[in-house]
């Protein structure tokens, strides 16, 4: 798809049932025309890692997923030997009474792509989404390697050569902000904030992704969710919640809060059970009692 606009982008994602607010999209729109990676940071569950999921499919393209944790090296995230590919073949050539060519077993065909490789290598006929996923959760010294990649979009395997694309993949990269990422890759990326939604936002949202759910349910689910992040929990509930939380009511077939069904499905939006016991009985209808009169 070739967009011409913000507007137009803007549309198709929300096509795709992706609300994104304008600054968004502008930032998704300079980073398609720039080819530059788009750094996205927020709290857990506001819609970082689907804009990927979108955008890919917007694009008509293949979504790759790099899933960061501490501890991912080079081994998962670009390139590995299939070892056991390896020594089948030096044992059938035994059996031959023959030796292995060590050349051709560190050839392209025994080699393991991981997301990184696999990236630079498609993107040589269509290039393909690239998410970096939660790249807080990896060690600094994976995001150093990471920074000479997107610099130049080429990977050096010493058995084969340097394998480079001139049509480099579309980058996103989310952070949950666990810890800060080094301002010399932000540097490399546009840079978007994806914040909470507003009431408004939010319940459209949810009405784009859960059509045949109850419009009253859907407001005062959305009403109770933007109640509890103005509250001192250990973790707020992002937009992940509210639609998990919203489907879980729709199996039950609620067509509205009540303070029973708040409190037996609280574990679909509340993660800790010290979040849970704080909001549990009186303050659930505390909330309700809140949303209602608003509502009036």
């Given at each position: 798809m070739i967009l011409n606009s913000i507007d137009e982008l803007?549309?198709?994602?929300?096509?795709?049932?992706?609300?994104?607010?304008?600054?968004?999209?502008?930032?998704?729109?300079?980073?398609l025309k720039l080819g530059r990676p788009l750094f996205l940071e927020g709290e857990a569950g506001v819609g970082k890692t689907e804009v990927a999921k979108v955008?890919?499919?917007?694009?008509?393209?293949?979504?790759?997923?790099?899933?960061?944790?501490e501890g991912l090296d080079i081994h998962h995230a670009v390139y590995e030997w299939n070892y056991t590919r390896q020594m089948m073949h030096i044992r059938l050539a035994e059996s031959r009474g023959e030796k292995a060519d060590e050349a051709e077993l560190f050839g392209p065909e025994f080699?393991?792509?991981?997301?990184?490789?696999?990236?630079?290598?498609?993107?040589?006929?269509?290039?393909?989404?690239?998410?970096?996923d939660e790249l807080d959760r990896s060690d600094e010294e994976f995001e150093a390697f990471l920074l000479e990649v997107l610099s130049d979009f080429q990977i050096t395997i010493p058995e084969i050569g340097t394998i480079k694309t001139p049509n480099p993949p579309v980058v996103v990269i989310t952070s949950n902000r666990?810890?800060?990422?080094?301002?010399?890759?932000k540097r490399r990326c546009l840079?978007?904030?994806?914040?909470?939604?507003?009431?408004?936002?939010?319940?459209?949202?949810?009405?784009?992704?859960?059509?045949?759910?109850?419009?009253?349910?859907?407001?005062?689910?959305?009403?109770?969710?933007?109640?509890?992040?103005?509250?001192?929990?250990?973790?707020?509930?992002?937009?992940?919640?509210?639609?998990?939380?919203t489907t879980a009511l729709v199996a039950l077939d609620q067509k509205a809060l009540d303070p029973v069904i708040v409190d037996e499905t609280l574990g679909a939006v509340l993660k800790y059970q010290d979040d849970v016991d704080k909001i549990k009985g009186e303050q659930t209808r505390v909330v309700l009692d809140r949303i209602k009169a608003e509502a009036t």
């Open positions: 803007q549309n198709a994602l929300r096509e795709r049932n992706y609300i994104a607010e304008r600054g968004l999209a502008t930032s998704l729109y300079l980073a955008l890919a499919s917007l694009l008509d393209t293949e979504l790759i997923r790099l899933q960061c944790y080699l393991l792509r991981r997301p990184l490789l696999q990236a630079i290598e498609q993107s040589k006929e269509k290039p393909p989404v690239l998410l970096i666990t810890r800060e990422v080094h301002d010399a890759l840079y978007y904030w994806i914040d909470y939604p507003s009431f408004e936002k939010e319940l459209e949202i949810v009405q784009a992704r859960l059509p045949h759910a109850p419009e009253k349910l859907a407001r005062q689910v959305t009403g109770f969710i933007q109640a509890l992040r103005e509250m001192d929990l250990y973790k707020l509930p992002g937009v992940a919640e509210t639609l998990d939380w």
